[in-house]
Nanobody, 115 residues
Framework: QVQLVESGGGLVQPGGSLRLSCAAS????????MRWYRQAPGKERDWVAT????????NYKDSVKGRFTISKDNTKRTLYLQMNSLKPEDTAVYYC????????WGQGTQVTVSS
């Protein structure tokens, strides 16, 4: 019954922008700590960003600071990742993760940054 469904991935040019969404259901989204992870080809899954349950505290991987913004809409029960100034090294499958007593993962959405 718990679902995390990512969307918004695609192919973009270097320097471009993309907004990822993660629609949540089946648990208390408003009380959950939410995170974005990514897994690049040949690499282990890596943490990207975290947002507190209220959405007032955020933290980012150093390499995406100033370019990515994590946010959440507790009314819409949706997590977002706004990605600007994209680089080829941002290419990965992006996953949303929820911590709300238990740990939940989405299936991921592909982001490809290439000219």
């Amino acid at each position: 019954q718990v679902q995390l469904v990512e969307s918004g991935g695609g192919l973009v040019q270097p320097g471009g922008s993309l907004r990822l969404s993660c629609a949540a259901s089946g648990f208390s989204f408003s009380s959950a700590i939410m995170r974005w992870y990514r897994q690049a080809p040949g690499k282990e899954r890596d943490w990207v960003a975290t947002i507190s349950s209220l959405g007032d505290i955020t933290n980012y991987k150093d390499s995406v600071k100033g370019r990515f913004t994590i946010s959440k809409d507790n009314t819409k029960r949706t997590l977002y990742l706004q990605m600007n100034s994209l680089k080829p090294e941002d290419t990965a499958v992006y996953y949303c993760h929820a911590l709300s007593g238990a740990s939940y993962w989405g299936q991921g959405t592909q982001v490809t940054v290439s000219s």
